[in-house]
């Protein structure tokens, strides 16, 4: 009773999945800031990082900070869902983006060449002529559904064609990526998600792993035939270990990319100025691409917890004590950003958060970047302006991810 | 002073650009190191090979380690 007289006409600031947080989670998160850019978090029972110093900070400690999702705190966890859905958590638990060193270190750097710069350069011209032929339908379309029509359909298929995985399986792609993106983005009922989850990674699975195999007697100029000829290059994966690594990448690959291009249409959207001056110089696309992260990128936070016991602001941090790197709070911290409110395509320098940073930064950044500035160049191109149909938008509720439940676009070309 | 480094091949990385990856103190393991803030930087000084620096210049997926030869800018 107390307690909640207590709370009256103030936010709940250890609610993670409140409507503020979901909502705004700028000026949620800027409230925990300025209680504590190092706050704990009683409900969840862990630190919640949202200063810009501390968020890259921590990022970058992978010595201290574990990613290790199936150790530790995050590990007990797991211990009784992980038994009982095997085919989900055995194939997560393969899933190097929750390993440390060395075992991350070793298969990041496998497919790191796959994902430089100049390796996603190369196919440029087809993600070009791919937006085109998504972008043209949308001319005089009036309300388009912007996800399924573009923001889905975009990276799924950029992603599909660079891992090699053929066309069938596209279409329920979503649904998959919906399941799995319940389980690891943290939303949804407890038994709900990790039911569907098993089913989405069993079918996935079972999708995936006739093309692994095949890459091995028919290998091709893609991923997954470089995954799978690792061992001939002194390395080895285990075929899981490369179904399980393709599911990640078919996974991250469009969720990210989806919510990154559908969150960037709302930021133009209150900044209408800016997308002119990207209509005016095509050449912004870039920094318009890293702006947008900053200002609305698709992860609000990743989770880390202590191996050593050490100090963050002043705080004491115990071993084996949870972390929240809130990089979307971190991107809006006036200790990081001159006027982190506003967007500002021209934003130089931009050291933003939106990829994490450290040993464990975005493996997919490079090509999400490629396809967001082909996205944009087109888009900006074609319609002068557009209206958002959501008079509400509401976006889902996890902690980890910032994705919209639809979005539905009028595009303008006069 | 390498042999490479007395042929005039130097490189540096972008502190606006570097965040930390790692990728090329494994391509250049004598040629990049770290500083406590983990920002990556070139040491002229170490022992490294030209193959080895243009590597870890390619590998970057930041594209964040520029690399001259002669003054002439070559990734």
Redesign the interface.
Known sequence: MTDTVARVGRPDLDDLLSDSAINTPATYYGDVRNVDPVYWNQRWNGWILTGYDQVI?AY??HARLSSDRFAGPFGEDLSAASSKYQNLFGFLSKFFVWKDQPYH?RV??LV??A????SVEVIRPQVTELVQSLVKPMIGAGEVDFIARFAFTLPVIVIAEYLGVPEEGRDRMRQWAEDLGAVIFVSGRDEDRMAKGEVAMTELVDFLRPIVRDKKTNPKDDLLTGMVQAEERGDFLSEDEVIANAVLMVFAGHETTMNLLANSMVAFSRFPDQWQRLRDDPSLAASATEEVLRYDGPIRAMARWAKEPHEIGGHHIAVGDRLLLVQYAANHDPAGFADPGTLDIGR??N?HAA?????H?C?G??LARLEAQEAFKALSAEFSRFDISETQLEYVPTVISRSLQQLHITFHTS | MTESAARGLSAEVSQDRCVGIGMCALSCPGGFDFDDAGQSFFQPEGTWTDAEVIEAADSCPQSAIDVWRDGKKLT
């Open positions: 900070a970058r400690d270190t990041r750097s790191n060449k994902f430089t710069p100049r130089s320098p050291r990829f994490g940073q450290g040993i930064t493996l950044a490079p």
